[in-house]
């Protein structure tokens, strides 16, 4: 079983910055890929930004050049940096992990972390 565990959400205006951390906690496994996803009201959720542990990142096109996702391998950690934030980012945050163990590859979520940016 693997815990992880979101911080650094909260309310900022619009240009503004924020950063996301996510812990990943439990036993005998191994982190393949960390990433964040949003869901604002009424929507799906979506990809925002993922990093394999060899370093490979994705984006979503919305946040390009203003987020960056970031992995701290021995800590099991991994975080995004908001930057020029705007009020469409407002949404849920949840933080995910592909990890591998003795069950096999495994997804798991956080509960989710709020970031409103206000205009």
């Known amino acids: 079983q693997v815990q992880l565990v979101e911080s650094g959400g909260g309310l900022v205006q619009a240009g503004g910055s924020l950063r996301l951390s996510c812990v990943a906690s439990g036993s005998m496994f191994s982190i393949n890929t960390m990433g964040w996803y949003r869901q604002a009201p009424g929507k799906q959720r979506d990809l925002v930004a993922a990093i394999s542990v060899g370093g490979s990142t994705n984006y979503a096109d919305s946040v390009k050049g203003r987020f960056t996702i970031s992995m701290d391998g021995a800590e099991n950690t991994v975080n995004l940096q908001m930057n020029s934030l705007k009020p469409e980012d407002t949404a849920v945050y949840y933080c995910?992990?592909?990890?591998?163990?003795?069950?096999?590859?495994?997804?798991?979520w956080g509960r989710g972390t709020q970031v409103t940016v206000s205009s």
């Open positions: 995910n992990a592909e990890v591998s163990g003795r069950l096999g590859v495994l997804d798991y």
